[in-house]
């Protein structure tokens, strides 16, 4: 029989051969590996699901140094934990075995907090519940921290209410919450949870643009702005100059003009003109 730990090593093994494939876009493979990070993988799952190989196919075909420094970090921890045991798990090649890594003399460490009070009956679900757990208190608590146990199983249940049971969404979804929750460039969402500031239910249906810290949503805004203003500029130019206005430079009324909001809201907008015979560009 399956434990939680394989069957979920399973699902993630399918979305990488897709992507290998290319028959599903890379955007989810950062929290694919966040979840495999946290997973306290034996042997006997890495043997059954053949996930290092999988994974070490997909660090050959992708070009991000990041990414590739990850999975080369899972392969040679799986690598030692063969070693330790004495069972060789498929994982990569033999011309890729490095001499360096040096085998694991003590138990490997848990990554992920098991659930003692066991809220569920499904055990996939306890053990989401623990991942959110070791999430949660991945650095200091701040002033106001509700109980993170209590809290994990919360979001647990909102995740579990908003997909309607553990499908793929379900999955997917938890993956990229773990990961976020556990970005240290990104405490404010964690900070926010941990003090209810962000409820369960309204984290449950988070984006993956409401969970980008402050200066990402900035920078998304700007780039949004600018392409509103490269369009409004784009729209102007391409209209038909209506005669009133006239070039100072060539004297041409070929002139077109558009108004934007430059300076603050209660003075006047600014207009900027274009001359379709001399290029001449002036604003006033």
């Known amino acids: 029989m399956r434990t939680a730990v394989e069957s979920e090593v399973n699902d993630i ?10 028959g599903k876009n890379l955007d989810e493979l950062p929290s694919l590996l966040s979840a495999l990070e946290n997973m306290d993988i034996t042997v006997d799952i890495l043997m059954k699901t053949s996930i290092g190989k999988i994974v070490n196919d997909m660090r050959r075909k992708i070009e991000n140094e990041g990414l590739t420094k990850r999975m080369k970090t899972l392969i040679k921890k799986w690598k030692s ?7 060789k798990a498929p994982s990569t090649p033999n011309n890729e075995r490095s001499s360096s890594v040096k085998p694991i003399t003590t138990k490997p460490v848990v990554t992920y907090t098991p659930v003692s009070i066991k809220p569920h009956a499904d055990e996939y679900r306890n053990k989401v519940v623990g991942m ?8 200091e608590l701040p002033e106001g921290t509700l109980d993170v146990d209590s809290l994990a199983v919360e979001i647990e249940q909102a995740h579990y209410d908003a997909y309607n049971g553990t499908d793929d969404k379900y999955k997917s979804a938890i993956r990229s919450k773990i990961f976020n929750v556990r970005d240290k460039k990104n405490p404010n969402l964690r900070n926010n949870i941990l003090t209810g500031v962000i409820e369960p239910k309204q984290f449950a249906v988070f984006t993956s643009e ?5 200066s990402m949503k900035k920078l998304r805004e700007q780039f949004t702005q600018e392409a509103i203003n490269e369009h409004q500029i784009a729209v102007a130019e391409a209209g038909d100059a209506n005669g009133i206005h006239k070039c100072g430079k060539c ?3 070929l002139v077109n003009y558009f108004q934007m909001q430059t300076r603050s809201a209660d003075e006047g907008m600014t207009i900027f003109y274009n001359c379709q015979k001399c290029g001449n560009r002036w604003k006033q």
């Open 13 to 22: 093994r399918k979305c990488l051969l897709k992507m290998i494939d290319g």
């Open 210 to 214: 409401d969970m980008q810290s402050d």
């Open 251 to 253: 004297k041409s009324k």
């Open 132 to 139: 959110f757990i070791a999430a949660l208190k991945i650095d």
């Open 81 to 87: 934990l063969s070693d330790v045991s004495g069972k």
